[in-house]
């Protein structure tokens, strides 16, 4: 044991430091809106409503199926985040056991803004990519010996995100070039693990895209709209996002991003046509879809270390190509280690959401029989993630809700019969002078339009 423990010291200790870093993160992180939709979601659906439901959400449903159990055994919000970080944990763990970086390289990647902060303090479905990515990095070598297990990783990876499509459905083609049309001769061995991966990304695909009318994902803006300024929005918006307002630091890790795909591209052709259709892909989804943020950015990142990693498992560099690459991984992600400090020790010191604090008000004093009167829906749901006994009225749709994208049949104003009746707000709609303001959350919330007002009539 203590062999095994003085060969990977070093992996054993970066380890622990980036989970009990996260944990304590995680502890201190208020859920927002996006958050706490997939939990309200799983909490209050029946598994076909979850089915027929996330479609409207323009995801896969992996991300909802595993957070459904721990909803459904009535579990905090907070096993969700915990889930997370556990994924995010055994991402680093694969990373620092079988990636070829430096470990100063690995260090830089796993303590970066967007690994140890976007994908892991927040509780999305980016926190599994991470992990399938990788999985398929450490088999892209033995893909040959281990086709199934090769293909299934990508099947969970396309499951993750759309994001993460492009990707792979690159790597499918690539795995269907090289082992079948590429030699033959071994036709039958990889035959089924690649239709069967054609067939599960196809399914995924008519999954979310079969319900364009109220699909944001399908709700694609046509190429003959799109302008040079659209384009370069996104592109700046990527910079922005990962390396936040340091001109500097754009400079140079965009110089070192170019660098690097260059080097990738003269050392093996295929993985860069893998990293440039996934990122050409990320990039219209920016310009047509969904504007970048920063978890979204961080995945084109993943993508170049994914390719990155896979030519230097693959072929023999010497000593100076090799710190070469090393040291553009280095400054990619090292130049987001200040970033990421800053966005961590903020979300320790300030409210990231007023969502868990208002809900702490509203178990202990307002009574449980009273109808509390929501005019946003949206807004409210990582508030409602916190109440599991809770729902609020919507006078939009004179109904209960707990979820934002919920349908509603239009009824009748209810009859309240008596019972007190209060209010609550956010930031996007403040109350107005004819309301007696009972409580108010952190002004100084990181998400200006999650404080949260509760009121009643004066």
């Excluded at 001769?185 to 054609?198: D, S």
């Excluded at 010191?349 to 509203?362: P, Q, R, T």
């Excluded at 996007?428 to 007002?453: C, G, H, Q, R």
Aim: charged share 15%; aromatic share 18%.
């Amino acid at each position: 044991m203590m062999r095994v423990f003085l060969k990977n010291k070093f992996n054993i200790l970066i380890l622990f430091l980036f989970a009990v870093i996260a944990f304590a993160g995680v502890l201190h992180h208020e859920i927002w809106r996006d958050e706490g939709q997939v939990w309200l979601v799983v909490r209050d659906l029946n598994l076909y409503g979850v089915f027929d439901h996330v479609r409207n959400e323009g995801h896969p449903l992996l991300w909802y199926l595993l957070v459904m159990p721990f909803a459904k055994l009535k579990l905090p919000v907070l096993s969700m985040q915990l889930l997370s970080l556990v994924f995010m944990t055994a991402a680093a763990g694969v990373f620092l056991w079988f990636s070829p970086f430096s470990k100063v390289s690995k260090v830089c990647v796993i303590f970066s803004a967007g690994f140890l902060y976007w994908l892991t303090i927040i509780s999305r479905s980016y926190s599994l990519i991470p992990l399938f990515l990788f999985l398929i990095a450490v088999f892209y070598s033995r893909q040959k010996e281990h086709p199934y297990w090769y293909c299934v990783f990508n099947i969970l990876l396309s499951n993750t995100h759309m994001l993460m499509f492009g990707f792979c459905s690159a790597i499918a083609l690539l795995f269907g070039y090289e082992n079948i049309i590429k030699n033959p001769e071994n036709r039958k061995k990889y035959t089924a693990p690649f239709i069967i991966t054609l067939v599960c990304l196809a399914v995924t695909a008519l999954y979310v895209l079969t319900r364009p009318e109220e699909n944001v994902s399908a709700a694609v803006a046509p190429l003959s709209t799109i302008n040079f300024a659209d384009i370069w929005s996104s592109v700046s918006g990527f910079f922005v996002n990962i390396y936040a307002e340091s001109t500097l630091n754009a400079i140079i890790g965009g110089i070192c991003i170019l660098a690097a795909v260059v080097w990738l591209f003269v050392r093996d052709k295929k993985l860069g046509f893998v990293f440039c259709f996934s990122s050409f892909y990320q990039f219209y989804i920016y310009v047509c879809v969904w504007k970048s943020s920063p978890e979204k950015a961080v995945l084109v990142l993943l993508t170049l270390v994914f390719c990155l990693w896979c030519v230097l498992i693959c072929r023999t560099f010497t000593t100076k190509e090799k710190v070469f690459v090393n040291l553009l991984v280095v400054l990619i992600f090292g130049l987001t280690l200040r970033l990421g400090y800053q966005l961590y020790n903020n979300d320790i010191l300030y409210k990231y959401s007023g969502s868990k604090e208002a809900a702490v008000f509203i178990k202990n004093n307002i009574e449980k029989d009273a109808v509390i009167i929501s005019n946003i829906t949206l807004t409210t749901a990582g508030l409602l993630a916190y109440l599991p006994d809770r729902q609020f009225y919507v006078t939009v749709f004179n109904d209960y809700y707990t979820y934002g994208y919920k349908k509603f049949s239009m009824k009748k104003e209810r009859n309240f019969d008596g019972r007190k009746i209060y209010y609550i707000y956010s930031a996007m709609a403040k109350p107005d002078k004819n309301k007696e303001i009972l409580f108010v959350s952190a002004s100084d919330t990181l998400i200006p339009t999650e404080v949260f007002y509760i009121a009643r009539d004066k």
